[in-house]
């Protein structure tokens, strides 16, 4: 019998599952807390959650990680060298330190415009080449003609040896600087993914493992590990997307709507056919808009580890995580006590940071360039949970709250809270912890309220399922304003509204939800077994995806002889006649495709490839056409 392995390492929990490779069967599941920054160690405590007589025959490992979004998210990315080629508009604040514009680009043909003036990339080069690990490069119209991008790739690999990223090997859409930005990216993360990917291969290797490893993309499909080192900014958002494949798995649907509530986020996504939506212009991360095919998806940040927090009587939610006040119980014994003698704040002095519930904690990572105040903070804080009034009363110093955020920011110290997770534990709906210090904590905050403790944690419910309807429903309805949609929700309890489609619930203890949600949906709400690793299963199930595009596009020359040119990965073709272009262009995307895919691990004879063909004429119909754009789709299943 052979099985294969999945493993999620997700922003708050690292979920890992055995699959029955013969019919798709969960042998067992494990979920293990999340570790920062070393992501590893969660992922060792939870692959030790599994039943050890499966490990031996897993045959195929597929994981989804978090890792290259924190990472940009962050800014803790590699120094990377970026060099654009030819006419760019950038940003006043770009805020790239090592970059460059020299001559040279193509134009919308692949002819070129300006000749490279590879003596300015030289002198780049030479110049930050001890200060970066990578180089980028982009050039005007590359997906057109990338001679430029792979003549510059080949002098800084002759000068340096470094690695270098090129725009059109990572995307074939039109947007210069966009493709830039993602070629630099994807060279900030390759040092991260290298690390990461060693580090689960000796994990593998360890534990006597034979098995092949691949990644999820962020388009929902499956990526050999070779690609993966290669493109690892593919990967930002595997985790919704493997919420969304995992969540059709699961509930045994092609066509489905998915909610994944997880620790940090809840993220809405949608299946159509077996087949997700995509993002039109490509990802946006971080601020940075790359053109990385991901999966179009809402997200909010409100999960079940968000921060609940009170104001002028006001509960809010979120935006950032903590510990919840139940887990820090069973994680520091003594904290209960602690939290029950607990000096209460007045109520002028409370924000944020500043709660009845709120402690803080060191993450266990050695700080490094602190200022006098954040260092002098930092001493404050040791390995056992304090408030800010805690430390305030030992001290008798006023302390500033935004040299916590500092210092939360920089992962040397750790929050603790009142959450939703906690107020499920009141409520008696989910108590995997300690359901006396959620108890305690709900009390506390009752004073803040003038709201019994239980009616606080049902309104705290329902604003947790308001939110996953209105996530949903902006998403469906993705041209209406989600303040509008708001309107709607919080106007009348005689409204719904209804999803033609199954509605998907994945992650956590979503299924205490349902109730709540089916007052503001009129939909099939499914809570498919195992839905608390639905993300893992989605790394292991997800199918090999390859999407190709192949461009012709007829011209006349300046002798006004027409020239048919064809766009592909490979390059810039000329032929003699459109037929003959069409001919090979067809047989070019579709060997391509299956090149990947077997590259990939898949099996040639599940691979199924589908052509779309779209005409631009400027005549009647049968003339030849100016332009025509063929879409390669290959969709498999991996071979293991």
């Known amino acids: 019998m052979q099985y294969s392995m999945g493993i999620d390492a997700g922003g708050t929990y690292t979920d890992s599952i055995i699959i029955r490779d013969s019919d798709g069967k969960v042998m067992d599941s494990s979920k293990a807390p999340t570790t920062y920054p070393d992501l590893l160690a969660g992922i060792r405590n939870s692959i030790d959650g599994l039943d050890e007589r499966y490990l031996k025959d897993v045959k195929m490992v597929s994981v989804s990680t978090t890792l290259a979004t924190n990472t940009i998210l962050e800014k803790n990315g590699y120094p990377v060298g970026l060099i654009l080629v030819g006419d760019y508009e950038v940003p006043e604040k770009m805020n790239i330190e090592f970059h460059t514009i020299v001559k040279g680009g193509h134009d919308h043909h692949g002819a070129e415009l300006t000749s490279l003036d590879l ?166 991360v971080g601020g940075w808009q790359t053109k990385v095919k991901a999966i179009r998806m809402e997200t909010s940040a409100m999960g079940g580890d968000s921060h609940i927090w009170v104001r002028n009587m006001k509960i809010n939610i979120g935006p950032r995580r903590v510990i919840p006040l139940c887990v820090a119980a069973v994680k520091y014994p003594g904290f209960l006590e602690t939290l029950k003698k607990g000096r209460i704040p007045g109520t002028m002095r409370l924000e944020e940071n500043v709660q009845p519930t709120k402690f803080f904690v060191r993450t266990g990572v050695e700080p490094s360039d602190l200022g006098k105040l954040e260092k002098e903070l930092f001493d404050r804080i040791g390995d056992f949970p304090a408030s800010l009034n805690d430390i305030f009363w030992e001290t008798q110093k006023t302390l500033s709250p935004g040299l916590l955020d500092s210092l939360l920011r920089k992962r040397l110290i750790q929050a603790i809270g009142f959450t939703p997770t906690d107020a499920l534990h009141v409520l008696g709906e989910y108590t995997a912890w300690d359901r006396e210090a959620s108890k305690v904590g709900a009390k506390l905050l009752e004073r803040y309220t003038q709201t019994d403790h239980i009616d606080l944690c049902k309104q705290i419910k329902k604003d947790v399922a308001r939110n996953m309807a209105l996530n949903l429903v902006s998403f469906i309805l993705k041209d209406v304003p989600p303040k509008e949609i708001e309107k709607i929700l919080l106007s009348d309890k005689f409204t719904q509204f209804k999803m033609k489609i199954p509605v998907v619930l994945i992650g956590g203890p979503v299924v205490a939800y349902i109730k709540e949600l089916k007052q503001i949906l009129d939909a099939e709400i499914i809570v498919p077994e195992h839905a608390k690793v639905g993300n893992a299963v989605g790394a292991v199930v997800g199918k090999g995806i390859k999407r190709l595009e192949i461009l012709i596009k007829s011209i006349y020359s300046k002798d006004k002889k027409r020239m048919v040119l064809l766009f592909s990965p490979l390059g810039r073709e000329t032929f003699g006649s459109y037929p003959e272009a069409l001919e090979y262009a067809d047989t070019l995307g579709r060997r391509l495709v299956m090149e990947y895919m077997t590259e990939s691990g898949l099996d040639k004879g599940q691979v199924q490839i589908e052509v779309s063909k779209k005409d631009i004429s400027l005549s009647e119909t049968g003339a030849i056409p100016v332009e025509t754009k063929l879409v390669f789709v290959g969709v498999g299943m991996p071979n293991v």
Request: proline residues 4%.
């Open 119 to 284: 003596e300015a990339v030289e002198a780049f080069v030479r110049k930050v080449k001890d200060k970066v690990s990578a180089f980028a490069v982009s050039s005007y119209f590359s997906v057109r003609n990338p001679a430029h991008e792979l003549a510059v790739k080949a002098l800084i690999k002759e000068l340096t040896g470094m690695p270098v990223v090129c725009g059109h090997e990572l995307s074939l859409d039109l947007g210069a600087y966009e493709r830039g930005i993602t070629a630099y990216l994807n060279a900030q993360l390759i040092p991260v993914a290298n690390q990461f990917i060693r580090s689960i291969r000796e994990e593998i290797s360890r534990r006597g493992m034979d098995s092949r490893l691949l990644m999820l993309k962020c388009d929902g499909s499956v990526v050999g590990i070779n690609e993966a080192l290669e493109k690892p900014i593919e990967s930002i958002f595997s985790g919704p997307a493997a919420s969304l494949v995992g969540a059709s798995h699961l509930s045994g649907l092609g066509t489905c709507a998915v909610i994944d509530v997880g620790g940090t986020s809840t993220d809405v996504s949608m299946l159509e056919n077996g087949l997700p939506e995509l993002c039109a212009d490509g990802a946006v």
